[in-house]
């Protein structure tokens, strides 16, 4: 459209002509419509093909199984028609009606009558072309910060050098055995066992909890997991009041808690430690020993939440270790030696922490990637139209540019000259893509309570690449334009 419209004074005097000729106006119309339905199914079939080979990078990307064949998507065919019919309305119908609407004794004697209008409408194309992709840059921006805040904010336990995996075979029975072999293991620091993982939140979660002062009818709802007495160290948990459990036996009518800071907020406990806490089942009721400091035990799209820490080893049946930095590689293999001794036929499945961590944002990270890539196709998008319209542009005033020439311009006036009309609409496009993309940035990060904050830095550097971009692509024309021989450029028509 941005073309066409600015190809009607070259085309004026060729509407003018067809009209003497006998043309009607539909005529001229379904010309146009015509050129724009070639041009549009060339695009089309270029497209299926471009979306064939990529379709399964697009798919590892976003990890989908797509395909593209009308066996599998009998929808497809029908589709395509409606978005062919579609495109050619949308992008045909305007210099269809404006050139067709051309007086033939007007054209062929000045032509058009005023180029406002058209000069109006390329600069909206513009700056919509440009709002959208300052849009999908700004978005691209705050997707990888906010992924980039999650998987470094300190989450209240140190993930590093921690490995786990499931008990196994006889490993859990034995697991006192286990615990002793793999501590005498120079590379490891400390070995623990528990219900679950950071990674997976909690073991079970209930309101069915009292504790004493408790407001009658009152349900919280609570999540609890049982860990052992090693728990506590090879996470790095920050203890804030009492102790963490010390190894003596216990059983499920007279277990010992460890809460965490929100629970006993929640339970409105000034002085957790050595409170009594029960379930209502009565299979759990023991003492508070620890207040332990909040932590995210689940990923950070949730708010830390309750959490009750049991000291009960026989339901636990994951197994944690640090390892100490150096040779991890000859520690995992000894690790895997004391497995094979104590879960023969079973698959050795070893996981580190800090990697199951990421594994949890792979859902931000596919949508960081594929904005990402959309954000690349819309800057050049709008750069190819943005090169037509300023060959174009610069071709129609290379007579004016001679003058000014001849008249003392210099190139860089020159170049500024080409250059500063384009600019100043991708600038002006600032102004409609900025709000937009706070808005959509805003509901975005609602639906994470720890997030980054949104400042205008991405906004300027969205900005000030589209400026760039926009300014490099019309720079080649201009400059080229401004260091043409005057002579040449007004011997021109």
């Not at 708010?303 to 000859?330: F, M, Q, S």
Request: hydrophobic residues 50%; glycine residues 10%; contains cysteine.
């Amino acid at each position: 459209m941005n073309l066409a419209t600015a190809r009607s004074a070259v085309r004026a005097r060729e509407v003018g002509v067809r009209k003497v000729s006998g043309a009607r106006r539909a005529d001229i119309a379904g010309q146009f419509y015509g050129e724009s339905t070639l041009l549009i199914l060339a695009a089309l079939g270029l497209a299926v093909v471009l979306a064939k080979l990529l379709l399964p990078a697009f798919n590892e990307l976003a990890a989908k199984r797509l395909t593209l064949g009308l066996s599998d998507a009998p929808a497809l065919l029908p589709g395509l028609l409606v978005m062919l019919a579609a495109t050619v309305v949308v992008a045909g119908s305007y210099p269809a009606f404006v050139l067709s609407r051309f007086q033939p004794a007007r054209v062929l004697k000045s032509g058009p009558a005023s180029g406002a209008r058209g000069r109006g409408f390329r600069r909206a194309l513009v700056v919509v072309q440009f709002s959208l992709t300052i849009l999908l840059l700004v978005c691209t921006a705050f997707v990888r910060g906010q992924l980039d805040y999650m998987r470094n904010a300190k989450l209240g336990y140190d993930k590093e050098n921690v490995v786990f995996m499931s008990m196994r075979g006889d490993m859990r029975k034995n697991f006192a055995a286990v615990k002793a072999e793999l501590e005498r293991l120079p590379g490891v620091a400390g070995v623990a066992a528990s219900e679950t993982v950071p990674t997976s939140g909690y073991s079970f979660s209930n309101s069915l909890w009292t504790w004493p002062g408790q407001p009658a009818g009152s349900e919280i709802l609570m999540r609890a997991g049982c860990v052992d007495e090693g728990y506590f160290d090879v996470l790095g948990l920050e203890m804030l009041e009492g102790r963490t459990f010390d190894g003596q036996a216990v059983s499920e009518a007279n277990p010992l808690f460890v809460v965490n800071e929100e629970a006993a907020r929640v339970m409105g406990l000034g002085e957790p430690v050595g409170q009594w806490l029960s379930d209502r089942s009565a299979r759990f009721k023991g003492t508070i020993v620890g207040l332990v400091k909040d932590y995210h035990f689940t990923p950070l799209r949730q708010k830390v939440e309750p959490l009750i820490l049991i000291y009960y080893p026989p339901d636990c049946d994951v197994l944690l270790a640090r390892l100490r930095p150096g040779d991890v590689p000859r520690t995992i293999a000894a690790i895997e030696g004391i497995w094979k001794t104590f879960a023969p036929g079973f698959p050795f499945r070893l996981n580190f922490l800090d990697q199951a961590l990421d594994d949890l944002y792979r859902t931000e990270e596919r949508i960081g990637a594929i904005i990402r890539a959309f954000s690349v196709l819309a800057v050049v998008v709008s750069c190819l139209g943005l090169f037509g319209l300023a060959s174009y542009t610069a071709e129609r005033r290379t007579k004016e540019i001679g003058i000014r020439k001849v008249l003392g311009a210099s190139g860089p006036a020159l170049t500024w000259l080409l250059a500063g009309d384009f600019s100043r609409w991708v600038l002006v496009a600032n102004v409609f893509a900025w709000p937009a993309a706070y808005l959509a940035v805003a509901k975005w990060l609602e639906g994470y309570p720890y997030r980054i904050a949104i400042g205008p830095g991405p906004f300027l550097l969205a900005g000030g690449t589209a400026f760039l971009v926009a300014l490099l692509t019309v720079g080649f024309h201009s400059v080229r334009s401004a260091r043409a021989n005057p002579a040449g450029a007004l011997r021109y028509e």
